[in-house]
């Protein structure tokens, strides 16, 4: 079964630091770009990073210099290191795998998600 | 950026009914654009991407058709577990970053 599983959440203050995970397993990891998408509570879908199974990154410009992605290939598991947090990065944070291999492609398997509360 | 700009924001429809959401992009983004459907408390789930093409899984009654600014997800006659919320996404790779539209609720009436 092709599955995503993400990790990390949980509360941290304003200016603080989070890793997630997102372990997937139940297909080629290394063959397919991978991204993370957030949604604040009771708002939409917000996409902000995507890699590529040879490690191509684009971001979008909300997180950058803040957000940073990664996958180690080996452990078939996706990161995003988060640095630098504020309120309005309250969110629930999914990872999501490309339906093919281009960064662009539509995203068919989803995680369950990860919460992350900013807040003193 | 390209701004996907959904209507309605609410559907409000009964069994049996046929759906129709627009969704209408900013600038031209070819045929790169996918719909999810989000119920609460879930992950989205992908129905259709590159503007027409049902996701493995996604019965016949959901389809996708436009191209260019102007697309539309209809759903042919809903069953009571269609009732979510629905979101396009655009990935036109000259158009970065990826964006999503804000979503139309479709509610049982």
């Known amino acids: 079964e092709v599955q995503l599983l993400e990790s990390g959440g949980g509360l941290v203050q304003p200016g603080g630091s989070l890793r997630l995970s997102c372990a997937a397993s139940g297909f080629r990891f290394s063959s397919f770009a991978m991204s993370w998408v957030r949604q604040a509570p009771g708002k939409g879908l917000e996409w902000l990073s995507v890699i590529s199974g040879s490690g191509d990154i684009t971001d979008a410009d909300s997180v950058k210099g803040r957000f940073t992605i990664s996958r180690d290939n080996s452990k078939n598991t996706l990161y995003l290191q988060l640095n630098s947090l504020r309120a309005e990065d309250t969110a629930l944070y999914y990872c999501a795998k490309a339906l093919k291999t281009s960064r662009t492609d539509a995203f068919d398997i989803w995680g369950q998600g990860t919460m992350v509360t900013v807040s003193s | 950026e390209v701004v996907l700009t959904q209507s309605p924001a609410t559907l409000s429809l009964s069994p049996g009914e046929r759906a129709t959401l627009s969704c209408r992009a900013s600038q031209s983004v070819s045929n790169y654009l996918a719909w999810y459907q989000q119920k609460p408390g879930q992950a989205p789930r992908l129905l259709i991407y590159d503007a027409s093409n049902r996701a493995t899984g996604i019965p016949g009654r959901f389809s996708g058709s436009g191209s260019g600014t102007d697309f539309t997800l209809t759903i042919s006659s809903l069953e009571p577990e269609d009732f979510a919320v629905y979101y396009c996404?655009?990935?036109?790779?000259?158009?970065?970053?990826?964006?999503f539209g804000g979503g139309t609720k479709v509610e049982m009436k």
């Open positions: 996404q655009q990935r036109n790779i000259n158009n970065w970053p990826l964006t």
